[in-house]
């Protein structure tokens, strides 16, 4: 399907996680952080969970770990023998910048970007706050918000950088069939509705061939703070949880929490703050199930349940399966003085294609229309034309390390309509 581009008013998203980067600028750096970047502008952030695999390279094997991520392929590593794995011919591209990253949420680097404020329990993260990223792009009044606080202050300017889905991970104790667990889609709005309460349940034993899963009952763990990727997944759930898009499914299943990213779960449902804690508690719990984003469940080795998607074809959260979903997106611009200036894909909430992961998303980058350091403003803007397929090149490329991590690179159209917002309104 062909991509449109509408420049109504306009301008992550997740996360996922995916998902908000907030990334600062130290105006005068202390000591310490001089002797960190001795020729470099340090450029810190925090944001979307989803990203911090593909960021800073927790969780991966070399020649991708930690090594090999965005920010320390693309600036100079923190520390700089990041910049050197093993195998990789790698960074820095930028030797002028160099990055930090702590993930918060996606709620909560929205919030440091407006008010340039690091966001708390981040203390590692100095202030302004230079650019942020979220899985739930911007809406409201956060549209014409200007940013507060010194040396920045303009409005924020929004960009899709990475695909990446929401896997339904879990530790059933199990011996699922060898092509994989399948959920079908009145089977999985039963079990995130707290309606299906045991892996032995008919529904999940009739999707898989009629064998007997598990006698275990079922523990799901979702986000309980402000998360990109509890906004995909409540709005995914919101659109397919009903009688017009599943026939046949009960009414009991029928998604009544609302989209946001946080839902009133169901008293019974483990609670976690971060994705990495959501993973943490599968991996280590029996009769589990929740969901992550696919880069955290690579990283954990964690199965994720292939997942019935609305052409009736069960479907992982793979690179090509959410790549699949995002060719069926629409490019939105919108935002108002100047117009344009923020991207969102929209029809993702319920993708058409055969091949598609049905709960995938695309983390968004904000910055600012106006920068008081000349250095930061060259700095995000070319990191994000580098992250995008931009020059200059590296080895590994950009979209190398994010495949390798469990992310999607975007498809081509959505890169060049991100490429042309950032160069258009990043001074």
Not at 32 to 54: C, D, F, H, P, R
Not at 228 to 252: E, M, R, Y
Not at 357 to 368: G, K, Q
Request: charged share 10%; hydrophobic share 40%; net charge positive.
């Amino acid at each position: 399907m062909a991509f449109n581009c509408d420049r109504q008013s306009n301008r992550l998203a997740s996360s996922i996680s995916v998902l908000a980067i907030t990334i600062g600028l130290v105006a005068a750096q202390s000591a310490s952080e001089k002797s960190l970047a001795q020729t470099s502008t340090s450029i810190n952030g925090a944001g979307a969970s989803t990203v911090n695999t593909l960021f800073v390279g927790t969780g991966t094997t070399a020649p991708f770990s930690p090594q090999g991520s965005w920010l320390n392929v693309y600036g100079v590593g923190n520390p700089p023998s990041l910049n050197n794995p093993a195998g990789a011919v790698n960074g820095p591209v930028n030797s002028g910048v160099t990055f930090k990253y702590a993930p918060v949420g996606s709620g909560a680097g929205i919030t440091a970007f407006f008010t340039q404020t690091p966001p708390a329990g981040s203390p590692t993260i100095p202030s302004p706050v230079s650019f942020a990223a979220t899985d739930d792009p911007l809406t409201g009044a956060n549209v014409e918000r200007v940013a507060t606080g010194s040396p920045n202050g303009g409005k924020a300017v929004q960009v899709p950088v990475v695909g990446v889905g929401i896997a339904l991970a879990f530790n059933a104790g199990i011996n699922e069939p060898a092509s994989g667990l399948k959920l079908s889609r009145i089977t999985y709005c039963g079990i995130l509705n707290g309606n299906i309460t045991n892996w032995s349940d008919a529904r999940i034993k009739a999707d898989n061939g009629g064998k007997v899963v598990s006698t275990l009952p079922i523990k799901v763990v979702v986000r309980q703070d402000s998360s990109g990727s509890t906004f995909v997944l409540s709005n995914h759930l919101d659109a397919i949880c009903k009688p017009s898009a599943t026939p046949g499914i009960p009414p009991a299943y029928i998604w009544n929490r609302g989209v946001g990213t946080t839902v009133k779960w169901p008293t019974t449902f483990i609670k976690e703050t971060g994705g990495g804690a959501v993973a943490t508690r599968i991996a280590s719990t029996a009769g589990t199930i929740g969901y992550v984003d696919s880069a955290t469940r690579l990283a954990k080795n964690l199965p994720a349940a292939l997942l019935q998607n609305k052409s009736g074809s069960y479907v992982g959260p793979t690179t090509a399966g959410i790549q699949n979903a995002l060719s069926s997106g629409k490019i939105v611009k919108y935002g108002a003085a100047p117009a344009g200036r923020l991207i969102r894909i929209d029809n993702l909430a319920d993708p058409t294609r055969a091949s598609a992961y049905p709960i995938s998303t695309v983390t968004y980058v904000l910055f600012y229309d106006k920068y008081a350091s000349s250095t930061i403003a060259a700095g995000v803007r070319g990191f994000v034309n580098w992250a995008l397929g931009g020059t200059p090149t590296s080895n590994p490329t950009a979209d190398n390390i994010a495949t390798a991590r469990g992310y999607a690179p975007l498809p081509s159209a959505i890169k060049d309509a991100s490429r042309t917002v950032v160069n258009t309104f990043i001074p």
